[in-house]
């Protein structure tokens, strides 16, 4: 793992800082969901989660293509992962953006890992028309 994100780091063309410290906090192990919820700043309301193609063969086998498509509903996030992932980290999030005085109205967009200690927020992009969105 180590030496894969070195390489990468040196040979990707959107790094800014080449032989730049990198530092991998954690190893996500679990299957990826994408949650989209919709905000007004103060309250939200989730729609279906999305999970979007990543490997190029089945089973979790070749190479990670970045997305190939997505399919929803998915029946990797359970009602009870959908309740917390709404409470614990889209509201939240709303509520951060409007305790800071900048109320968050649009389309939240949560990727999250499901791993075996829980439900983990590791992106939150404000873009569209991946392959995620379409599928919603």
Do not use: W
Not at 17 to 45: C, M, N, Q, W, Y
Not at 84 to 93: E, L, N, V, Y
Not at 103 to 119: D, E, F, H, I, N
Request: charged share 15%; hydrophobic share 40%; aromatic share 6%.
């Amino acid at each position: 793992m180590l030496m894969e994100t070195s390489t990468f780091v040196t040979s990707c063309p959107y790094v800014l800082v080449r032989r730049a410290t990198v530092v991998i906090e954690e190893l996500l192990v679990g299957p990826e969901v994408s949650v989209f919820a919709l905000s007004d700043g103060k309250h939200i309301e989730c729609m279906l989660p999305a999970q979007d193609h990543k490997r190029l063969l089945d089973g979790d086998l070749g190479p990670n293509t970045g997305g190939m498509g997505a399919y929803t509903p998915t029946p990797l996030a359970t009602p009870a992962d959908l309740a917390a992932i709404k409470k614990q980290i889209a509201q939240r999030t709303v509520d951060g953006f409007a305790a800071d005085g900048h109320p968050y109205q649009g389309l939240l967009y949560c990727q999250v890992m499901l791993t075996a200690s829980g439900k983990l927020l590791f992106s939150c992009p404000v873009h569209a028309l991946r392959p995620p969105h379409r599928a919603v």
